[in-house]
């Protein structure tokens, strides 16, 4: 059973950053890929941004050039640095991590953007 612990979720006003972080019970080398899903209320699960076991990343349009992506070696964490936060980013984000075709996901975090 993998355990995934992520933290940095919170509330941020427009323009605001946040990072988030995921921890996994195991080497995250051990995963195929990781990254990060978002699901706001109303509306499916989506792909925010992941990371394969090479350091290639891949980003869905509305992160591109806010969101970064990026392991944390030391840590054994991904990260997800998010700048220039918006309302309609507002969701519980999920860390997801695979090995092969399995997925195992956090239990999410809240971010809320807010005036």
């Known amino acids: 059973q993998v355990q995934l612990v992520e933290s940095g979720g919170g509330e941020v006003q427009p323009g605001g950053s946040l990072r988030l972080a995921c921890t996994p019970s195991?080497?995250?080398?051990?995963?195929?890929?990781m990254g990060w899903y978002r699901q706001a209320p109303g509306k499916q699960r989506e792909l925010v941004a992941t990371?394969?076991?090479?350091?290639?990343?891949e980003y869905a349009d509305f992160a591109k050039g806010r969101f970064t992506i990026y392991r944390d070696n030391a840590a054994n964490t991904v990260a997800l640095q998010m700048i220039r936060l918006q309302p309609e980013d507002t969701a519980i984000y999920y860390c997801?991590?695979?090995?092969?075709?399995?997925?195992?996901w956090g239990p999410g975090t809240q971010v809320t953007v807010s005036s």
């Open positions: 195991r080497n995250m080398f051990e995963f195929n890929v």
């Open positions: 990371i394969n076991v090479g350091g290639v990343t």
């Open positions: 997801n991590a695979r090995i092969l075709r399995l997925d195992n």
